[in-house]
């Protein structure tokens, strides 16, 4: 029978207390085993099972001793370690989400950057899954809830028109979407700080950039600059909801609105995914 099992939200916040700084890690672990588990099901028999409450034991000891520089070490780490422990599991399958929290900037102070204050980073979170079997280990990297927006360079016209088309075309509109985003690496052996500041950057570069003539089009240039950005990965997929903000009619009050006052929506939302790989 197909089983898995394992332990959910497993919080960890790790202090680095450095001679200079202190570094600082938030991160939420999922761990889930599959394997040969069928007899605790079928016959109640518990011998060959890691309990769930070991799991979470196992993440705080092994992240005392781990240095904790990003999220993807040490899902392997974890990972590597579950699978030599025990006999019986087939695969490990570690998500790791990062809360980010950045330095306060103490302009009067000295040095600039307090070494030990920080600020919550809001919504956007890093990401990644490590999957681990006998035989090979992939890693699927990402950030999730970046809220991005632009007031210009955005169209949509030539679309589909029927009876019930009522959506006028512009030129000119706001582009809004709270991105979901996530990559796959061809090896385990990166450095995944770097790679992760260099595809966040590409994609909001490109899509500050972007003529878009719609949230499919600037999605393909954002996924094409990713990839030129770095090398070690071999696709990435974003799924990109829109957030629609709409033109408030001021004809009434006897006032134009020249793409100045819109309401905001959350929904309904038109919600646009895609993935790119290498040719």
Same mark, same amino acid.
């Given at each position: 029978?197909?089983?898995?099992?394992?332990?959910?939200? #497993? &919080?960890?916040?790790? $202090?680095? /207390?450095? %001679?200079? &700084?202190?570094?600082?890690?938030?991160?939420?672990?999922?761990?889930?085993?599959?394997?040969?588990?069928?007899?605790?099901?079928?016959?109640?028999?518990?011998?060959?099972?890691?309990? +769930?409450?070991?799991?979470?034991?196992?993440?705080?000891?092994?992240?005392?001793?781990?240095?904790?520089?990003?999220?993807?070490? @040490?899902?392997? +780490?974890?990972?590597?370690?579950?699978?030599?422990? *025990? %006999?019986?599991?087939?695969?490990?399958?570690?998500?790791? !989400?990062? *809360?980010?929290?950045? /330095?306060?900037?103490?302009?009067?102070?000295? %040095?600039?950057?307090?070494?030990?204050?920080?600020?919550?980073?809001? *919504?956007?979170? /890093?990401?990644?899954? $490590?999957?681990?079997?006998?035989?090979?280990?992939?890693?699927?990297?990402?950030?999730?809830?970046?809220?991005?927006?632009?007031?210009?360079?955005?169209? @949509?016209?030539?679309? #589909?028109?029927?009876?019930?088309?009522?959506?006028?075309?512009?030129?000119?509109?706001?582009?809004?979407?709270?991105?979901?985003? &996530?990559? /796959?690496?061809?090896?385990?052996?990166?450095?995944?700080?770097?790679?992760?500041?260099? !595809?966040?950057?590409?994609?909001?570069? +490109? @899509?500050?950039?972007?003529?878009?003539?719609? #949230?499919?089009?600037?999605?393909?240039?954002?996924?094409?600059?990713?990839?030129?950005?770095?090398?070690?990965?071999?696709?990435?997929?974003?799924?990109?909801?829109?957030?629609?903000?709409?033109? #408030?009619?001021?004809?009434?009050?006897?006032?134009?609105?020249?793409?100045?006052?819109?309401?905001?929506?959350?929904?309904?939302?038109?919600?646009?995914?895609?993935?790119?790989?290498?040719?």
């Amino acid at each position: 029978m197909d089983n898995s099992y394992g332990k959910s939200s #497993v &919080r960890l916040m790790k $202090v680095t /207390r450095l %001679p200079d &700084r202190h570094d600082l890690k938030e991160v939420c672990v999922n761990i889930q085993f599959e394997g040969e588990f069928e007899k605790v099901y079928t016959k109640g028999d518990n011998s060959n099972v890691l309990p +769930t409450d070991t799991m979470k034991n196992t993440v705080y000891a092994i992240g005392k001793d781990h240095p904790l520089r990003s999220i993807e070490e @040490f899902g392997l +780490t974890l990972s590597n370690h579950f699978l030599l422990s *025990n %006999p019986d599991v087939s695969k490990v399958t570690i998500e790791l !989400i990062e *809360n980010l929290w950045n /330095r306060i900037s103490v302009l009067a102070g000295a %040095p600039d950057i307090h070494p030990s204050a920080f600020s919550g980073g809001g *919504n956007e979170k /890093r990401n990644c899954l $490590v999957t681990r079997t006998r035989d090979e280990v992939t890693i699927k990297s990402g950030i999730q809830d970046l809220l991005i927006l632009k007031t210009t360079g955005s169209a @949509f016209k030539g679309y #589909v028109k029927d009876k019930y088309t009522t959506l006028k075309e512009t030129d000119d509109r706001i582009f809004a979407t709270n991105a979901e985003i &996530r990559w /796959r690496y061809t090896k385990d052996d990166v450095d995944f700080n770097i790679c992760h500041q260099k !595809i966040r950057q590409a994609i909001l570069e +490109t @899509f500050a950039n972007h003529d878009s003539m719609s #949230v499919q089009h600037t999605l393909h240039a954002m996924g094409e600059s990713a990839l030129a950005a770095c090398a070690e990965i071999s696709e990435i997929s974003m799924t990109m909801p829109n957030k629609h903000c709409l033109l #408030v009619d001021l004809l009434p009050f006897g006032m134009q609105n020249k793409n100045e006052i819109f309401v905001p929506t959350s929904e309904p939302h038109g919600l646009i995914s895609g993935t790119v790989k290498r040719k």
